[in-house]
């Protein structure tokens, strides 16, 4: 019997098949799917910020920022016996939730969060097959490594599959 494992804010896990993973709630923060289509593991980062190196903390979440939380994944699912070269990604949330007067960037978090997680996905050299991105509504995903479905739900909107 297959179990979906749940992935908090700032979180990541990994899974093998035909296990599925979920988090809940992205809104501004991005949920990042990689899959190894031959070892069927995969694993999903709900990360909210894009990156560690403006954070003056040294002890901070890694999985709360793009640069370090793909990069932790990443490490996992080889861990497990995935291969990073056979690693394909998807991509959803990003969005802008709340509109700022003026052109600060604290509006744009949604954006940065897409734009730092496909400058680490291209530095990884693991592409994205599929992105649901941006928009002004929050979404929660359910992600299947043996078949890599990702699973969008969304408030008044029909679930669809990327």
Request: hydrophobic share 40%.
């Amino acid at each position: 019997m297959s179990e979906i494992i749940k992935v908090g804010m700032a979180d990541l896990k990994t899974c093998i098949s035909p296990n599925g993973i979920t988090t809940l709630g992205l809104g501004s923060c991005v949920g990042i799917a990689i899959r190894d289509p031959q070892t069927k593991i995969g694993g999903l980062a709900h990360i909210m910020l894009p990156d560690s190196t403006a954070i003056k903390n040294s002890q901070q979440n890694i999985a709360k920022f793009a640069d370090t939380g793909i990069e932790e994944l990443v490490r996992q699912m080889e861990r497990l016996g995935a291969m990073r070269s056979r690693m394909v990604a998807k991509i959803a949330g990003g969005a802008t939730m709340f509109n700022f007067q003026g052109s600060g960037t604290l509006g744009q978090v949604g954006e940065r969060n897409v734009e730092a997680t496909k400058v680490k996905l291209r530095e990884l050299r693991i592409p994205i097959l599929s992105e649901d991105t941006g928009a002004n509504f929050g979404r929660t995903v359910i992600f299947y490594p043996e078949t890599g479905d990702f699973i969008i739900r969304a408030v008044g909107k029909p679930e669809y599959i990327i």
